[in-house]
């Protein structure tokens, strides 16, 4: 395609712009796409030899670095001067023969100005380079990478590749950016202040005053505003939570739907078509910081990777809910009033075992026995397999007062006035101190409390296990219970194995409370409970063990990454 006019100025005016010293990168990369026609390359040559000759003209030779070159420009002035006596004829012809050396002289000399300013343009002081270092690794949990070698410390350079089999991995940038991988995933490294998410999930935690850092997935492209956000990449869709501030969700193909923004709790759907979809917030379900072992959220990865997992209650966020992991339903978990004193009946939280969770307190009333406290309820009623396990971690307070014939429930359900199903409840010790309990169950209102030889004491912190067979021709269950005193470190124990009468109903599922013989609230436990997790088949001790070795080994040094304007607990 012929040169235009704009363009044949703008090539002339890009020359002049180096030769005076005035050009830029930019000038240079323009110039390069002018001359690479024919055309182009012939004016260029045209416009040297006229600066050529205007420089000669005006006694203002180019100071090339040259000296082989200033001799000969020198010698090329003298014998045109000395030609100028002769004859007109031959003093023009000489004096034109004379103007197209110098013309030929000088665009050499362009040419070399020219190409030393291009090498100048190209030194890295000036360019950024290829593979330079953009993060570091500050956390890895349960990771396995494809390509081996990543440990804490580990750099991150422009043009990686991070393929994620499986666990946590999380990066900080220069600028105190971190973002936290959860495998399976495929990331690759763009810039410091940019990502590609081929698959897998991240989180993004934007140090103070950082915006702008962008995620980049097969759908969309994710802006942050300075924020905190998470972004699920499947084959089908990119999904995007804002956890904290808010994003700019922008769309690649020009024929979709024009981008969005996005604020704090709340979610959108972005589609192969390119449409984007509202969809309910769960930024709850992605890592915002690397678990620290000897933690509760280091317990809890373990037990959503789990493939057995069927229900969990953490008591982490603002409303409590029980999660089916089977169906992706939630079921709310409620705060509930029994006869006594307590009028309250809004949460009431603790701080959780570690310092890095959140508990929701069950609490007893100072009076009223069995009938007077607080404790939480599932909204729906639950249908239990014939072979599962419950696990809980609580915290056991002491009774209000010497009550011997008090009971604290923990996991309970009931069908009606016969069918009851406490699967792991408290009752005062041997020694009838307010400070001391022991584990029982029952199946059968009908039938006496099967105690095991767990026992509990005030202040500690507790990982108990069920194991549950039902077998409902002969209306009786298997049970195997485990106990775990985390505050004194203490290792895990077998404190029941055997057979007890009666099965575990289907209905409303108390978590600190009981039911009594109308279904009514009753038997409060006095503590507080962190976690509550179902795994539909019967655990074996072994993998109850390896979660309960992370709730005892001590912290990792990589630690814990907060939320921006969030402090880790010590």
């Known amino acids: 395609m012929p040169m235009n006019s704009e363009e044949r100025a703008a090539l002339c005016q890009l020359v002049d712009a180096l030769v005076e010293g005035r050009g830029t990168e930019e000038d240079v990369r323009r110039l390069e796409e002018l001359v690479r026609t024919p055309e182009g390359r012939e004016l260029y040559i045209e416009y040297v030899l006229l600066l050529g000759e205007l420089h000669w003209g005006t006694g203002g030779l180019l100071d090339v670095p040259d000296p082989r070159m200033r001799a000969e420009f020198s010698a090329i002035t003298a014998d045109a001067c ?7 004829r031959v003093k023009v012809t000489r004096r034109l023969l004379a103007w197209g050396l110098v013309g030929m002289a000088t665009a050499l000399s362009l040419c070399v100005v020219l190409l030393w300013r291009w090498h100048a343009f190209r030194q890295p002081e000036t360019t950024p380079q290829q593979g330079s270092q953009v993060a570091t690794c500050v956390g890895i949990f349960e990771a396995d990478f494809e390509t081996p070698g990543y440990t804490v410390g580990s750099p991150l350079k422009s043009g990686d590749v991070v393929r994620l089999r499986s666990g946590l991995a999380a990066w900080r940038d220069r ?3 971190t973002w936290t991988l959860e495998g399976p995933a495929t990331l690759q490294i763009d810039e410091a202040q940019g990502v590609t998410l081929g698959a897998g999930r991240i989180v993004v935690q934007l140090a103070p005053g950082c915006h702008d850092f962008l995620v980049k997935t097969p759908h969309a492209r994710v802006v942050d505003r300075g924020t905190s956000f998470a972004v699920e990449v499947t084959s089908k869709a990119t999904c995007v939570h804002v956890l904290a501030g808010k994003v700019a969700l922008q769309l690649p193909r020009p024929d979709g739907e024009a981008g ?16 984007v979809v509202t969809i309910p917030w769960r930024g709850d379900r992605f890592w915002t910081q690397i678990p620290k072992k000897g933690s509760v959220t280091a317990w809890r990865y373990l037990a959503l990777h789990d493939p057995h997992i069927w229900l969990l209650a953490d008591f982490e966020q603002e409303t409590a809910a029980l999660y089916d992991r089977t169906s992706g339903r939630t079921c709310a978990v409620l705060p509930v009033r029994m006869r006594g004193t307590f009028s309250d009946v809004s949460a009431q939280w603790a701080v959780g075992y570690g310092g890095q969770s959140q508990a929701a307190r069950a609490m007893r009333a100072t009076r009223d026995g069995n009938s007077g406290g607080l404790g939480w309820q599932s909204e729906e009623p639950v249908i239990f397999p014939t072979r599962f396990t419950a696990e809980i971690i609580f915290r056991f307070d002491g009774w209000p007062d010497e009550s011997p014939e008090a009971v604290g429930s923990l996991l309970a359900t009931r069908q009606d006035a016969d069918r009851c199903g406490f699967l792991l409840a408290a009752v005062p010790s041997e020694t009838g101190h307010p400070s001391e309990a022991t584990l029982v169950h029952l199946l ?10 767990g026992r509990l004491i005030a202040g500690h912190w507790y990982l108990g296990a069920v194991i549950v067979r039902i077998d409902r021709d002969q209306n009786k269950s298997h049970i195997s219970t485990y ?35 109308r279904l009514a609230h009753a038997y409060p436990f006095p503590g507080a409970i962190d976690e509550v997790c179902f795994y539909n088949e019967e655990m074996k001790e072994e993998s109850i063990q390896r979660r309960a070795d992370f709730l005892i080994s001590h912290a990792t040094p990589a630690g814990a990454i907060p939320l921006p304007n969030q402090t880790p607990e010590e």
């Open 82 to 88: 000395e030609k100028e006596c002769s004859a007109d």
């Open 444 to 453: 059968s209102a009908t039938e006496n409390w099967a105690q095991t030889r």
């Open 175 to 177: 600028h105190g950016t």
């Open 260 to 275: 969005r923004e996005i604020r704090k709790g709340e979610a959108a759907r972005v589609g192969p078509d390119g449409r």
């Open 483 to 517: 106990l775990q005193d985390l505050t004194a470190h203490g290792k895990l124990e077998k404190v029941f194995d055997g057979w007890v009468s009666g099965t575990v109903p289907s209905g409303p599922l108390g978590i600190g409370k009981g039911f009594d013989a």
